[in-house]
């Protein structure tokens, strides 16, 4: 029997054949020379914009990262956990007791609502939000108890705060998904402060990095005044690694032993988690891909006004648009030009959800958007 193992040069290799394979290839290009390819086609392929992923993706710092990693892959992840935890307690301001790592945020949210909610404990959610949760939940056979958004999409959080009532987690999207809107950062110490402090709180920051608002701003802050207050995060949005799975939560170390006993140990891989402490040297990234996303949203958002389509003000890499009428066919007429966009969503029946690509990737969406609704 003959073993093969892929080393770096090797790998290298690999990616010099890509990038000549490229030249040849009119619908791709290179987003950042020589490190990542980027799928622009605007007729052969799909054009995904379903879910809510960063098309730029990964920093070339973390591409590197998980190259020089590669003959790595036999050891168990520990000490790149402890390294990443050391990344992010220091970006954070907090001590390294006070960050849980997840298999991408959708593990936080898992191990929290394991935790914390029961069928005696129900769960506290807006509608619409991110039904990840809302299914975890279900796991544990806990009832979940859905809060209208307000008038202006934010999150409802008297009306919450109300029916914290034997709750054991409320749970809040921060920019909310799948609106894209923000709930405005002086409600939220006072909500926190009406919380039962038995009942635990937490806050969805996936798409921090995209808001450019001044009535934002990451809570991450108040975990020191609230020690029922779990903030999340994601390394799938600004740094592009959806596909790797990494994500972390902040807050008090007692709240993470009751989060640590529902997770598989083990849970990231050292690929996700060199990657992701990479990413955090690269500012450029984070900067760059806050600038692209808001470039090419405000060019749809012309555009959009120009056919006469209101839409939810944005203040993360999606739109919510109004259709005026049921968005279901509308989804399966674009689908079937091959251009994917968001799912339906029961509470908004005549929005839809479609991700911010590329700008060829959003000309495309734009062209099939103005065939299927005229």
């Known amino acids: 029997m003959t073993t093969t193992r892929l080393s770096r040069r090797g790998f290298a290799k690999i990616l010099g054949r890509g990038a000549a394979f490229a030249a040849l290839q009119p619908s791709i290009v290179l987003s950042r020379p020589g490190l990542r390819l980027v799928n622009e086609a605007s007729s052969a392929a799909d054009v995904r914009l379903s879910a809510n992923e960063n098309p730029y993706g990964p920093s070339p710092l973390a591409l590197k990262a998980m190259t020089d990693a590669f003959d790595l892959a036999w050891r168990y992840p520990d000490e790149y ?26 593990e936080i949210l898992k191990v929290a609502a394991a935790a914390f909610t029961s069928p005696n404990k129900k769960l506290v959610i807006a509608n619409p939000t991110f039904e990840a949760v809302s299914a975890y939940a279900g796991a544990a056979q806990a009832k979940v108890v859905k809060v209208d958004l307000t008038r202006d999409y934010a999150h409802d959080l008297a009306k919450m705060a109300t029916a914290a009532n034997e709750a054991g987690l409320i749970y809040i999207c921060n920019p909310n998904n799948p609106t894209a809107s923000i709930t405005p950062k002086d409600e939220i110490p006072g909500f926190l402060a009406k919380v039962p402090s038995q009942t635990i709180v937490l806050i969805d920051e996936a798409y921090h990095h995209y808001v450019e608002s001044k009535d934002y701003e990451s809570v991450i802050p108040l975990v020191k005044q609230y020690p029922n207050l779990i903030v999340a995060r994601t390394f799938s949005k600004i740094y592009g690694m959806a596909g790797l799975r990494c994500g972390f939560c902040v807050t008090r170390p007692e709240l993470i032993q009751s989060m640590r006993a529902q997770q598989s140990w083990d849970s990231l891989n050292i690929m996700a988690l060199v990657a992701a402490t990479a990413s955090l040297q690269d500012a450029e990234q984070v900067e760059q891909g806050r600038r692209r996303n808001s470039d090419v949203k405000k060019y749809v958002c012309s ?27 509308i989804i399966a007429a674009m689908r079937d030009r091959k251009v994917e966009v968001g799912r339906v969503f029961p509470a908004l029946p005549n929005f839809m959800r479609v991700t911010i690509g590329t700008r060829p990737q959003m000309e495309t969406f734009l062209s099939v958007f103005r065939e299927v609704v005229s």
């Open 303 to 329: 555009e959009l006004d120009r056919l006469g389509f209101r839409f939810i003000p944005s203040h993360a890499n999606f739109l919510m648009i109004d259709l005026r009428r049921e968005v279901r066919p």
């Open 81 to 106: 956990e402890q390294a990443l935890v050391g990344a992010l307690a220091k970006t954070s301001g907090v001590s390294t007791s006070q960050i849980l790592l997840g298999n991408g945020s959708s």
